[in-house]
């Protein structure tokens, strides 16, 4: 009887001690409930949109070397050159995508931009507080600065930007660039002549018909390189000495990749090789402008 009562006790712990697992181990099924939402809830690398599924779409104006204008080979053949078109391929690289370049006149990149036909305008931009309405800037990537340029037969003329503001002086300045509001802030009792082109204000400039130019100093001086008779005779004071990438207006997931891609580009020496390569080209056979002009 007691081997009896004996067995039965132990059975009853054993079958008490089973009961008392189980209730153990219920709230590990929400713990690794928990665990798994933790796990979906993490943020997912944002994808990058573009007006082509797959393609950088780049406008840009070929009239500004040494940023961007065509290089002459040995054969004839223009190709579409500068550091910010290297720069271009460089982005398109690192963002997995393929690059299409598109000429236009500079307002037209512009345009193109407010219309958000075109994913990106790289065009020597400047961070003007008026751009930013249209679209979105990049971090700068190049400084700068801002110059009147003239005839080195005429730079006796122009002591100090007072001088160049005179109503007898026609001053030249790209429609829709920061040159053209520097020339009617500095000059705005002079002539003002703007046109499309920045070698149309060039060869206006040689031929005299232009007293003087607002021109972005280092274009300035890539002109003075083929131009020998032009000068960068006053530096012209402006707040934003740099350039930077205008990149579709809300578009943030394609600006944060641009602004890595610069990075990138910059602290692995790419952008320094660049911007020699795009003035040794340009210090030869170019073509400033678009090919069907």
Do not use: H
């Amino acid at each position: 009887m007691k081997k009896l009562f004996a067995l039965l006790l132990t059975l009853a712990m054993v079958l008490s001690l089973a009961a008392c697992g189980s209730k153990d181990e219920t709230p590990e099924t929400p713990a690794d409930t928990t665990s798994d939402d933790t796990q979906t809830e993490e943020p997912a690398e944002t994808e990058i949109s573009t007006v082509v599924p797959g393609v950088l779409t780049v406008a840009t104006s070929p009239d500004f070397a040494p940023y961007e204008f065509y290089a002459v080979g040995e054969d004839g053949t223009p190709t579409l050159a500068g550091f910010d078109m290297a720069l271009a391929q460089y982005i398109a690289d690192y963002l997995g995508l393929e690059l299409d370049v598109i000429p236009m006149d500079f307002d037209g990149t512009i345009m193109e931009l407010t219309n958000k036909n075109v994913d990106l305008g790289m065009a020597g931009y400047s961070p003007d507080p008026d751009r930013a309405e249209v679209m979105d800037f990049s971090d700068i990537y190049i400084t700068g600065g801002q110059s009147l340029v003239c005839l080195e037969s005429n730079k006796d003329k122009f002591t100090s930007l007072e001088d160049a503001n005179n109503p007898d002086y026609q001053i030249g300045a790209q429609i829709g660039s920061i040159q053209a509001g520097l020339a009617k802030e500095y000059t705005p009792d002079a002539d003002i002549i703007e046109l499309s082109k920045v070698p149309d204000i060039i060869a206006e400039l040689i031929t005299g018909k232009m007293d003087g130019a607002f021109i972005e100093t280092m274009v300035a001086e890539s002109y003075a390189k083929n131009y020998p008779e032009l000068c960068t005779v006053l530096p012209v004071p402006y707040d934003a000495e740099g350039s930077v990438v205008g990149v579709c207006k809300g578009n943030e997931a394609l600006l944060a990749g641009v602004n890595e891609a610069i990075a990138a580009a910059k602290a692995d020496g790419s952008f320094d090789q660049y911007v020699y390569e795009a003035n040794e080209l340009a210090s030869g056979e170019i073509i400033e402008g678009l090919l069907e002009d």
